[in-house]
């Protein structure tokens, strides 16, 4: 988990330095809004698309092992007990485990589309940024609803 955390904070500072590094500029929509436009050299966007892929190798890897670890501890657990039927509690968290990385998953290919196969999405910026705004939020917003949901308790609380 420290090794992920240091990750996370060594790409975000990463993509931080290059994008105050480059050039920006407003740009107004036919609305009257504005919104930002990074001006990235090749050198920054074949960057950009390396952390990409690299991130999502590495999310899916994440997604795999712990996917391999869960079966393996299910299957101890499984030849520990008697044979009694997994209770409701187990079964959410199977839910919630399995939901979050289905989010993720869909979160990076998304992400991958975008930067790597869609690479015309950039005229349209506004669109690029809106999409791109509401996925994040849809993505960290998905997990307490995954709570609320499966969990007995986390209703009663609220």
């Known amino acids: 988990i420290i090794a992920l955390s240091i990750y996370q904070l060594a790409i ?4 931080g330095v290059i994008g105050a590094a480059s050039e920006a500029s407003w740009i107004s929509d036919d609305d009257g809004g504005f ?3 990074l001006h990235l050299s090749e050198r920054g966007k074949m960057w950009f698309c390396g952390v990409l892929i690299f991130s999502v190798v590495f999310i899916l890897a ?3 092992t712990y996917a391999v670890a869960y079966a393996k501890l299910r299957k101890q657990m499984q030849s520990i007990t008697t ?9 959410s968290l199977t839910y919630i485990a399995i939901l979050t990385c ?9 992400f991958a589309y975008v930067f790597l196969i869609a690479k015309d999405v950039e005229s349209d910026s506004l669109s690029f940024h809106f999409v791109l705004a509401i996925q994040c ?3 960290s917003g998905v997990h307490p609803y995954l709570l609320l949901v499966f969990s007995d308790l986390a209703r009663k609380a609220v």
Do not use: M
């Open 12 to 15: 975000s500072a990463a993509v």
């Open 35 to 37: 919104y930002p436009q």
């Open 62 to 64: 994440i997604c795999c």
């Open 83 to 91: 044979g009694a039927p997994p209770d409701k509690a187990e079964r």
């Open 102 to 110: 289905v989010v993720e998953v869909v979160y990076y290919a998304i």
């Open 137 to 139: 939020n849809l993505t």
